[in-house]
């Protein structure tokens, strides 16, 4: 495993995110194209405890003590526990930005780490710490697409004009 190019990856996409959606309005950060799909500021929300809580901690405990059990999470039920549409859309931003701040920090760190501990999950099966963190960056690809359609969206509901010309879609 290359873990030097996980965690250029993990920069590259942090700074991508802040470009992304630094300076977005309330109004852009908040629609939806569905009320049941998630707007940025939901998806900003569930990149910080995802970083804290799921990817950084679950790498970490894979890599020290892959036989104890996981902290439950649940990502999908954070949404409405926590409130997500109530949050501060730049204060998350924020702090999102700092965790991966740390995230990258603590990765540098690691002295000689044990990347095929695995963790033996009871529906996933072996879950190996190098698993971890190439989801990790999987994970921010597969917001950073979320993000664009969403903004396509928008353009497109928005400024209602054909669109087709700048290609498909």
Known sequence: MDIR?????????QQIFK???NGASAE???????????CMLEII???????REDFRARTQ???????SPFIPINPTGWVQ????????FEKMLKKFLQERDQSISWLHSLKNPKWDNAHMHSKFGPMTAAMFA??????????????????FGYLQQATNEPLSYAGNW
């Open 5 to 13: 190019y996980l965690i250029q990856e993990l920069s590259r996409n």
């Open 19 to 21: 470009e992304l959606l």
């Open 28 to 38: 852009v950060y908040t629609w939806k194209p569905k009320p049941e799909k998630w």
């Open 45 to 51: 929300c569930h990149l910080l405890d995802e970083e």
């Open 61 to 67: 405990h894979v890599l020290e003590d892959p036989a």
């Open 81 to 88: 526990e926590r409130d997500y549409m109530r949050q501060d």
């Open 134 to 151: 190439n989801n990790w960056v999987v994970h921010d690809y597969l917001h950073i697409r979320q993000i664009l359609n969403l903004k």
